[in-house]
């Protein structure tokens, strides 16, 4: 097959070139196979060339520009109702708006049970130790950068009736089976002032100390008590500012760890294997830079 018989231009405009049917199933049969039996994809571009009469590098052109991009197309469009996290193909590029939302989850609920972050990240990772990290960038960097929409998504676990735990607060929130509860109740204001009316009975009775003293004494347990939540909130607050610049330390040394992991992969290659691969390496760089 000669090079200019690969590609045929539309009838209509004359403008966009697509790759004959019959090298179109070539390739998508040899790189089927060479992904199934997980070897390196310059090997199916060898035989498709073998198969076809063309040069490797020019099938290695064609699959890019006509099949990947394509491949690519069909996988985000894709239906978000399916959403597999541990599909390890799935590195690499970015998490889809039902994969972040099935991942934020996941974690959420896993935590009000007692599991970690890291523990639900390697069982939704099934023991993959990238995509742990995948999965442990992509939860952190949405809680420090997103807290709206991680609220959002509490109120709905919760309204679901699921324990959820919240990451701003660190704590577990539960309201299945719970009904408001009221403390007010019919007849409380008499029954208050009966108590006050008592208090003041036996406070005069006792005289040992005076009634103006005593609510003296009152009022300023009250300013006490309020300037004490005034400091709990104010250190809750500091809590939270360390906890989120804690996530965001963590998720730079994660992200450090996995640029790490795809330079030294890319550097371990042969050679001859490292051109073929290169957009594939490229492809990560940029997937994990804008996690």
């Known amino acids: 097959m000669a090079k200019e018989q690969a590609l045929h231009q539309d009838a209509e405009n004359g403008q966009r070139q697509e790759l004959q049917p019959e090298l179109m ?22 035989e498709i060339a073998r198969r076809s009469g063309l040069k490797a590098n020019t099938i290695r052109n064609y699959y890019y520009r006509y099949m990947h991009v394509n491949e690519e197309a069909v996988k985000l469009d894709a239906d978000d109702t399916a959403v597999d996290l541990g599909d390890e193909e799935s590195i690499g590029r970015p998490f889809t708006p039902a994969e972040t939302k099935a991942l934020m989850r996941e974690m959420l609920i896993s935590q009000a049970r007692g599991e970690s972050v ?10 993959n130790k990238r995509m742990l990290i995948r ?22 676990i919760e309204a679901e009736g699921i324990p959820c735990f919240n990451p701003y607060t660190r704590t577990r929130l539960s309201y299945a089976g719970r009904k408001p509860v009221n403390y007010t109740h019919a007849g409380s204001g008499g029954q208050l002032i009966d108590w006050i009316s008592q ?23 009250s300013s006490l008590a309020a300037g004490n939540q005034g400091l709990s909130r104010q250190l809750a607050k500091h809590n939270q500012e ?31 294997d490292k051109l073929s691969n290169l957009r594939d390496y490229l492809d990560k760089l940029q997937a994990c830079m804008q996690e």
Do not use: H, T, W
């Open 199 to 221: 208090l003041v009975s036996n406070i005069q009775s006792l005289e040992l100390v005076s009634l103006e003293d005593f609510v003296k004494g009152l009022r300023d347990l």
């Open 242 to 272: 360390m906890q989120d610049m804690y996530n965001k330390v963590q998720m730079l040394e994660n992200k450090l760890a996995e640029l790490k992991s795809i330079n030294r992969r890319f550097l371990q290659m042969k050679d001859e």
């Open 118 to 127: 890291r523990g639900c990240a390697n069982r939704l990772g099934k023991g």
């Open 25 to 46: 199933s070539i390739m998508k049969e040899e790189v089927g196979k060479a992904k199934e039996r997980r070897i390196p994809i310059i090997r199916a571009f060898e």
């Open 135 to 156: 999965f442990q960038n992509k939860y952190r960097s949405i809680i420090a950068r997103n807290p709206e929409y991680v609220e959002n998504l509490i109120r709905e």
